[in-house]
């Protein structure tokens, strides 16, 4: 399809409902820091002031590279990129047994306007949700892969092997030991010199968060601050009935979602959506929905950091929930 007609239109200031109060930002270099929330900023009854250390090395995440999906199909995995938002296959092939995928497998890049998407199918299935999409791993941007492996060490962090692999794409990758991020997927890349440009699929800025479900919501705020220098961007009451909240770290976010019933839930987070910055979300709706997906509103939403905010129906996005995203001005 022709690329989505989703450019950035004028707002004035009544086309945004208020956001919060911003955490403050971060003070110089070389001491213990605190991170001082200002009351009213979360919409429930607490007040957080946390100390960060910022005298370990600098991490720089430039950006979110990719989410990675498992999947019991690689290609009607890949067709539904292609059909619904007129994404490009990059590359892939067979995969090895290692870490992503202990039974090794196959997998694909899939890009589509600046986002790109992994897709992994396992040998061995057992187990394997039925859903064509199951969130699998965030990949995260760096300059320099070999002296962020040293900063994250430094800081206690594990990885999964002892230098980083090279990708089908020409991406250095290495993924951290899960049992150092919270029993979360994930792993640093470098990217070519020469990164690919934009292609002519969904018009898609990039990946502004993973969002993941968490049983204690003030000690996974906590985590990303004490870990990745993270601050604190606001948050409130969730639109299922719980709550939530947003943490900047470097150049990229994570959505953390506490639901209303964690009875059932361990420590570790699990991957919940992803969300994808476009100039405008009413611009890009006629164009999705002429390729099949569906919307749970007419309109967004306006969350609490002032991020309109626009989610697919599950049953047009393979069961897999993602959703369409306007920064504020």
């Known amino acids: ?15 945004w409902s ?15 820091n ?27 995440f430039e950006k979110i590279q990719h989410i990675g999906y498992l999947t019991p199909d690689l290609d009607r995995a890949i067709a ?8 490009v296959k990059a590359g892939g092939g067979p995969l090895a047994a290692g870490y992503a995928m202990p039974s090794g497998g196959r997998n694909a890049y899939v890009r589509f306007g ?17 859903e064509i999409l199951t ?36 991406h250095q990758l290495l993924y951290f030991d899960s049992s150092t991020t919270n029993g979360v997927k994930m792993h640093i890349t470098q990217l070519p010199d020469a990164p690919p440009e934009a292609n002519d699929g969904l018009a898609i800025e990039r990946i502004i968060h993973a969002g993941y479900r968490v049983k204690n919501l003030e000690e996974a705020i906590k985590w990303y601050v004490d870990n990745f220098n993270g601050s604190l961007l606001g948050g409130g009451p969730s ?35 992803v969300g994808y910055v476009v100039g405008d979300i009413p611009s890009c709706i006629g164009e999705c929905e002429a390729h099949g997906l569906k919307f749970v509103s ?18 047009t996005s393979m069961d897999s929930r993602m959703h369409l995203t306007r920064l504020p001005d």
């Open 1 to 15: 399809m022709a690329r989505a007609s989703c450019s950035s239109t004028t707002q004035t200031a009544t086309g």
């Open 18 to 32: 208020s956001a919060p109060a911003r955490a403050t930002s971060q003070p110089p270099a070389g001491r213990l």
């Open 34 to 60: 605190w991170l001082f929330v200002p009351a009213g900023v979360l919409n429930w009854p607490w007040r957080m002031a946390w100390p960060f250390r910022d005298n370990l090395g600098e991490i720089v």
């Open 80 to 87: 539904w990129f292609e059909e619904s938002f007129s994404a």
């Open 114 to 130: 600046n986002a790109e998407a992994e897709l992994l199918e396992p040998v061995d299935q057992t187990g394997l949700s039925s």
């Open 135 to 170: 969130m699998h791993h965030v990949g995260y941007v760096v300059a320099d892969i070999n002296k962020s492996i040293d900063e994250l060490t430094a800081r206690g962090f594990k990885f999964a092997a002892d230098k980083p692999n090279v990708n089908v794409l020409g």
């Open 239 to 273: 639109r299922t009935g719980g709550k939530n909240a947003f943490v900047n770290f470097s150049e990229v976010q994570v959505e953390l979602i506490q639901p209303p019933d964690t009875d059932a839930m361990t420590n570790d987070h699990v991957m919940d959506h």
């Open 298 to 315: 007419d309109t967004p939403n306006t969350n609490g950091v002032g991020q309109q905010v626009l989610y697919f129906e599950t049953d």
